[in-house]
C-alpha cells in the first residue's frame, strides 16, 4: 500500500474518496465545515436531518461528492471532541478502514487526524490511521489458483496542515516501516505447516539479512544443538521429519557496547500435541503456533527498514511437534542447555520446552531485557480471551512499560502475577521440575517454568495464545503483538 502526505483543501484532493469526520451533537469539525461550503450545505442538511449521529463508529458513505475533486465522502462519527479516547479514534479509523475496503475502492484520502483525541498527537494519529489502513489492505491470496478479483486499496493520502507536514512525514515513514513488518509476519503466520516448516523460517530469516546489511543472521543446525546441549529444544523435535533450527538476528543501530533488547519468539511451525495429541477440532489452526517466531522476524524487518537507533537480537528457536516412533513419551526426563532437567508429563506443553533453551542462549547476548513471545497455553484465553495478550515478568519498570506501550499501540497487555507461591506447582519426583503444573492457573505456572531459565537478567513473558490470530470465517493472523513490541522499541529508541 502506497502512503502519502497530503496538503490543501479537502475539496481539491482528487480520491476515490475522502474521509471527514462528523463530531456529535450535529457539530461539524474545521474540515467538515470547510467541506459543507464547498458542497453547498450537503454535509450539514445530512447532519440535521439525522442521517448520521456523530456518535463513534458510525459512517455514511455518500456516492457522489458535488463540488470537490473527490469522487465519494465517508462521513465517519466521532463522538463528542472533548471526550474522545485513544481507543474510540483507534476503532473509528479501522471501522472507516474496513468500510472502504468493503465498498472496493482502491485509493483514499483520510481528513481524520484533524481529531483532538486524549492525550496524542498528531503523529500518534496519522500512524494508527496508516496501520488501520494497512490491515483492511492486507490480503493473503499465495495459496489460491487464482487471485480474487475483488478491487484491491492501494493508496492512502493522510491530510494534514503546513505546520504538521514535518511530524506528520516521519509518521508515515515508521507507519511504512511497521507495515513491512506486519506483511512479512502476517505472510509467515498464515502459511500453511507444510509451506512453512522451520526451514521456511530460517531461509526467510537469511532473506533479510541478504536485504538489510544492518542484519547478521545465524542459523544453528540440530548437530550445532547436540553439541551445545539443548535436550529440551531439541526432545520436541524428534518426532518429526523436519529438522529444527536455532536462528539468530541480530541488529546494530547503536555502539556495541549498547546492551541490545533480545527477542525470543516461539516457532513451533506446527503442533499436533505429540503423544499427547490434540483433539482434531480446528487443529489446522496450529499452523499459528509459529507466531511468537513471526512477529520476531515481522519486528526485526521493521526496526532494519527504519533503520532505529538502537540494538535488537531476535532468537527464533524454531520446531515442529509431530508424535511419530521418536517422539518423546509422557514420563521422559530432559536434560535442558542449563543443565536442569524437566520431566515431561505432557507432550502438548512443548513452547516451554524450546523455549527454555533459546532464553539460556540469548544469555550470551549480554541482553538489556528479553522479552519472549509465544502462543503458549489455552488458560490464557480462557482467562482474558482475544483482547489483551497475557504479560508475567521478573522486572517490575520492564513489565510497566511493556504495559504502557500496549495501552499507546492498542495492543493491549494485562499482567499477572509470577509469585513464588506457584513454582511448587512445578515440583517432580524424578526432576529438577515438571514442564506442567497442574490445570490451576495455567498460564502462570507456564511462565514460572520459564523463570527459571532467566535468572541472569531482566524478562518479560507475553503470552499471545488468544491474541495472535481469529477463527471462523475471517481466520487469520491479527499481527499482534507486534505494534506493542515496535511501540516499546520506538520509545527505548525516543522515537516514539
Known amino acids: 500500500m502506497e502512503i502519502s502526505v497530503k496538503r490543501g483543501h479537502a475539496h481539491e484532493q482528487k480520491t476515490a474518496c475522502l474521509v471527514v469526520g462528523v463530531h456529535a451533537g450535529k457539530r461539524l469539525g474545521a474540515t467538515a465545515e470547510a467541506l459543507d461550503k464547498a458542497t453547498r450545505g450537503l454535509v450539514s442538511r445530512l447532519v440535521k436531518r439525522g442521517d448520521l449521529g456523530g456518535a463513534p463508529n458510525e459512517t455514511l458513505l455518500l456516492p457522489e461528492a ?7 465522502i465517508l462521513l465517519v462519527g466521532c463522538g463528542r471532541p472533548e471526550a474522545l479516547k485513544p481507543a474510540d479514534y483507534l476503532s473509528l479509523v479501522q471501522k472507516a478502514a474496513r468500510t472502504i475496503a468493503e465498498a472496493g475502492l482502491k485509493n483514499a484520502v483520510s481528513c481524520l487526524a484533524e481529531i483532538p483525541v486524549r492525550d496524542r498527537d498528531a503523529g500518534w494519529k496519522i500512524r494508527q490511521t496508516c496501520l488501520a489502513f494497512g490491515a483492511s489492505a492486507y490480503r493473503f491470496e499465495r495459496m489460491k489458483s487464482k487471485p480474487s478479483k475483488r478491487p484491491h486499496f492501494a493508496r492512502l493520502g493522510v491530510l494534514v496542515g503546513l505546520d504538521d507536514s514535518t511530524e506528520a512525514q516521519h509518521a508515515v515513514n515508521t507507519a511504512k516501516g511497521m507495515l513491512a513488518g506486519l506483511s512479512l509476519m502476517k505472510d509467515l503466520a498464515n502459511l500453511p505447516g507444510n509451506h512453512c516448516p522451520p526451514a521456511q523460517l530460517a531461509e526467510t530469516a537469511r532473506e533479510l539479512g541478504k536485504t538489510y546489511r544492518s542484519l547478521k543472521v545465524t542459523v544453528l543446525e540440530r548437530a550445532d544443538m547436540h553439541k551445545l546441549g539443548m535436550g529440551a529444544l531439541l526432545a520436541v523435535a524428534q518426532g518429526s521429519a523436519q529438522p529444527p533450527k536455532l536462528i539468530t538476528l541480530e541488529y546494530r543501530g547503536c555502539p556495541d557496547e549498547s546492551r541490545p533488547i533480545v527477542l525470543v519468539g516461539k516457532g513451533v511451525t506446527f503442533d499436533s500435541g505429540g503423544i499427547s495429541i490434540k483433539p482434531g477440532a480446528n487443529m489446522d489452526e496450529m499452523k499459528f503456533d509459529m507466531t511468537g517466531a513471526a512477529s520476531v522476524l515481522g519486528v526485526m524487518k521493521a526496526v532494519a527498514e527504519l533503520a532505529l537507533p538502537i540494538n535488537v537480537v531476535g532468537v527464533v528457536p524454531t520446531v515442529e511437534n509431530m508424535p511419530d ?35 539460556s542462549y540469548a544469555a550470551r547476548f549480554e541482553p538489556d531485557v528479553v522479552i519472549d513471545i509465544a502462543t503458549l497455553t489455552g488458560a490464557c484465553v480462557v482467562a482474558l480471551g482475544s483482547h489483551a495478550s497475557g504479560l508475567l515478568s521478573n522486572h517490575d519498570a520492564l513489565a510497566d512499560e511493556l504495559l504502557a506501550a500496549g495501552e499507546k499501540s492498542g495492543d493491549r497487555a494485562w499482567r499477572l502475577p ?39 537478567y531482566r524478562w518479560a513473558h507475553l503470552d499471545i495464545a488468544g491474541t495472535a490470530w481469529t477463527s471462523g470465517k475471517a481466520k487469520g493472523s491479527t499481527g499482534r503483538p507486534l505494534p506493542l513490541l515496535m511501540e516499546f522499541i520506538l520509545g527505548r529508541a525516543n522515537l516514539a
Open 325 to 359: 516412533g521418536h517422539a518423546i513419551k509422557p514420563g521422559d526426563v530432559v536434560t535442558s542447555l542449563s543443565g536442569q532437567t524437566i520431566e515431561i508429563l505432557n507432550t502438548d506443553a512443548e513452547g516451554r520446552l524450546i523455549l527454555c533453551d533459546a532464553l
Open 418 to 456: 509470577l509469585w513464588d507461591d506457584y513454582q511448587k506447582q512445578l515440583d517432580s519426583p524424578f526432576a529438577d521440575m515438571a514442564n506442567v503444573g497442574g490445570r490451576e492457573a495455567g498460564t502462570i505456572t507456564a511462565a514460572c517454568f520459564l523463570s527459571r531459565y532467566t535468572k541472569d
Open 66 to 72: 458535488p463540488g470537490t475533486a473527490a469522487e465519494r
